[in-house]
């Protein structure tokens, strides 16, 4: 049977950590910042989890 493949798009977005937990950007960074709080655009940095009804599908196409 041949090996699954890993989807490009989720691997570019999605990150996991040691313990298996499933990371992910935060959204409303991308565009429209002028009118956005310093702060609020300094909380964008950080990574997210995602949502446990969302780990398992984001896990799957990861190859995990």
Do not use: I
Request: aromatic share 4%; proline share 2%; net charge positive.
């Amino acid at each position: 049977m041949p090996k699954q493949k890993t989807h490009s798009a989720t691997k570019k977005r999605f990150k996991l950590t040691g313990t298996g937990k499933v990371l992910r950007r935060r959204a409303m960074k991308s565009h429209l910042l002028e009118k956005k709080s310093a702060k609020r655009k300094r909380g964008f940095r950080k990574q997210a989890g995602v949502h446990g009804a969302d780990v398992r599908e984001v896990k799957k196409l990861l190859g995990r």
